[in-house]
């Protein structure tokens, strides 16, 4: 570097130091995939990112800190920018989380008759902030999401215990009637222990121009086996929809179209 | 069945810029025509292979042909994932295409396209138009789930006879279920002068001293013309100039350019097989696919013509034979016996018995000048319920309720 002038250095160093936290973002955000590959698909994806930032963090202090600005002041920055939002948006944050999680693990869905507290009713909506419950006196009453988190939850669902409903976002980038084909195919390998009747189903819940939200729905046959089988469908999602989007990837880096199904 | 009516609405100004998407390995991706765009899903031979599969075994299956092992584990196969596939293709277009156009209603046509409505994740109207049989006793218990969820995502059901409906209702579908007999445009039949039929005739190696029943359907076991053959046989014996045409070739799934299955293939030469056996092979005529000219003189000049399925989820085949002025015998396990009135309208017979079929066919044999007029003039009456005309006013004041709603 001899030839570039000491003021000019920065400038050259920033760059590099963007293209080595992104390909550190990447690697993580893999490695986080392949430990977690047994975890809910919603959890490892939050986990994912949450790798990434805290790499993106890392290396944009690094980068402000090539540039001659105190990392300190950036950090005191997030630091006051983090607690005033934790402080303020307290119930918020907390009924935002709570709906979350009690997407991934919350054995109820919309349609289903729950019992939380002294509320009982048939779930006709979950939002962010709240859970919506219509009661036999046709009354709606609606629910803190946090509350989820706190109160025992009883699904009066007949059968509630067999099904397991897995919440999973498909990349826009991946052909989606492939995927659901050959996620299909790897969970018919369950058969035995899944319930005859009630072959899986994948269900669309939302679309964004990101991805689709999907929910997978599979039947069990015996309750002792419920937390074995969800690793296993867990651990079937990511490695299918890690090879989808391996060969989206793939794909995009070759300035291909998408391949004729 | 479908293609002229959407012309019909859209001529009449009750339906505009309809698209239809459907499966065609071979087709362009889009064709447009007048009023309405066709869309083609096409598919790799593999999954097409997959897809058939699937698609005969729940046809077979539906149609009381299969053992119940055969559907045994059948939506746990790698198969039915290819099903899934294609349902998911076609759901992805209608969703694309839906972005662009902004449509009013879905109308999802048949069982082979039955996941799309529970795929398509959108509020407005769909409605499942279910083209063959329903009969909740032969949806084997291991199917019943997955079906009615399927269904479930529709608003609308529409099945081709009250039997059907009754049993949807029972089966436990809770949406409304509508019944709309198919239909045939009877301006499309014309009547062929006798010397086109006696062309035609001559085509197929059938004198002018000969006369003939005729079967008009699909090469396939559901159709039952080995009950034809039996039945036949028996009848045959004393009459020398009678023969029986047999009318039909594949269908998509077995054609070439199709699905690449045979079974009409095979089901043709066991039929062959089965004559020989019964001593009538050269009184039997398998013309294999005809135009609808050949078709129309074959109608002209045939005595009456026979329905024998074993299955049959309506029987449009009447109705031509009825616009053709001929005499229909016709088995009870076919949709449209629910319009005969035996001996007024058609003839019924019980396809699990070859001496009722040829038992009705002595009738008509024995007394054809007074049964056979009596049985057209109220089969023409019957007609007018399955035309085109009936379907188009029906299918708009569906439009409209679901529109207006």
């Known amino acids: 570097m001899a030839f570039i002038p000491t003021e000019y250095l920065p400038f050259v160093y920033v760059p590099i130091i963007l293209v080595i936290t992104w390909l550190l973002a990447r690697l993580t955000s893999l490695l986080i995939a392949s430990v977690m590959r047994s975890s809910n698909p919603q959890v490892v994806l939050g986990a994912r990112r949450l790798g990434a930032l805290v790499v993106w963090l890392v290396g944009g202090i690094a980068a402000i800190q090539e540039l001659g600005i105190s990392p300190l002041i950036a950090l005191l920055f997030i630091a006051l920018f983090g607690l005033a939002a934790i402080l303020g948006l307290r119930p918020v944050l907390e009924n935002f989380g709570s709906r979350y999680f009690a997407d991934v693990y919350s054995p109820f869905k919309v349609g289903d008759t729950i019992r939380v507290g002294a509320e009982t009713g048939k779930v006709i909506e979950i939002n962010a902030m709240t859970t919506v419950l219509l009661t036999e006196a046709d009354t709606l009453v609606s629910l803190p999401n946090a509350l989820f988190m706190r109160e025992v939850v009883t699904n009066l669902s007949p059968q509630a215990w067999k099904e397991l409903t897995i919440p999973l976002a498909v990349p826009s980038v991946v052909d989606l009637p492939a995927f659901e084909s050959e996620l299909l195919k790897s969970l018919t390998k369950l058969r035995l222990r899944l319930d005859k009747r009630f072959p899986p189903v994948l269900t669309t819940r939302a679309r964004g121009p990101q991805s689709t939200d999907l929910m997978l729905t599979v039947m069990i046959r015996r309750p002792e086996e419920r937390d074995a089988i969800l690793a296993d469908v867990h651990a079937r999602i990511s490695d299918t929809l890690g090879r989808f989007t391996g060969r989206a990837s793939r794909r995009a880096n070759a300035g291909e179209s998408s391949a004729a199904p | 069945m479908v293609y002229p009516l959407v012309r019909r609405l859209t001529a009449e100004g009750r339906m505009r810029d309809a698209h239809w998407v459907s499966l065609n390995p071979t087709g362009p991706e889009t064709v447009r025509l007048p009023g309405l765009t066709l869309h083609n899903v096409r598919m790799r031979p593999q999954r097409m292979a997959g897809y058939g599969r699937t698609k005969e075994a729940i046809w077979g299956t539906i149609h009381g042909l299969n053992a119940p092992s055969a559907s045994a584990g059948l939506f746990w196969t790698d198969s039915f994932s290819e099903y899934a596939y294609y349902n998911r293709l076609t759901a992805e277009r209608i969703r694309a295409l839906d972005k662009e156009e902004d449509f009013d209603l879905f109308y999802i046509h048949d069982f082979q396209q039955l996941p799309v409505g529970q795929m398509l994740d959108t509020l407005k109207p769909k409605v499942f138009r279910w083209h063959i049989p329903f009969d909740a006793d032969t949806i084997p218990e291991e199917w019943a789930a997955l079906i009615t969820s399927y269904l479930d995502a529709y608003d609308l059901v529409i ?116 004559a020989e056996e019964l001593h009538i092979a050269d009184r039997v005529v398998f013309t294999g696919h005809v135009s609808q000219a050949e078709l129309d003189g074959l109608y002209e000049r045939c005595l009456f013509t026979l329905l024998p399925s074993t299955n049959e989820g309506f029987g449009l085949v009447v109705v031509e034979s009825w616009l053709h002025r001929r005499p229909a015998i016709v088995t009870i396990r076919a949709g449209i016996s629910e319009l005969i009135e035996d001996g007024k309208n058609g003839l019924l017979f019980d396809p699990e018995s070859s001496s009722d079929l040829a038992r009705q066919m002595v009738r008509l044999l024995d007394d054809p000048a007074e049964l056979a007029a009596r049985l057209v003039r109220h089969g023409r009456t019957t007609a007018r319920k399955c035309s085109l005309e009936e379907a188009a006013q029906a299918e708009s004041l569906l439009l409209e309720r679901l529109l207006e709603a």
Not at chain 2, 195 to 216: H, M, N, Q, R, S
Not at chain 2, 227 to 242: D, S, T
Not at chain 2, 243 to 262: I, Q, Y
């Open chain 2, 159 to 274: 099945v081709s006879t009250d039997r059907y409906r009754e049993s949807l209702v029972r089966f436990g579908y809770k949406g409304d279920v509508l019944r709309f007999y198919p239909y045939v445009d009877p301006a499309e039949y014309a009547r062929p002068t006798p010397g086109e039929a006696a062309a035609t005739c001559a085509k197929f190696a059938i004198g002018p001293e000969d006369a003939f029943v005729l079967v008009v359907a699909r090469m396939d076991p559901a159709k039952g013309q080995d009950r034809a053959l039996l039945a036949f046989a028996e009848v045959a014996k004393n009459r020398p100039h009678l023969r029986l045409v047999l009318v039909g070739n594949g269908s998509f799934s077995g054609a070439k350019s199709g699905l690449g299955l045979s079974k009409a293939d095979r089901w043709r030469e066991r039929l062959r097989g089965l």
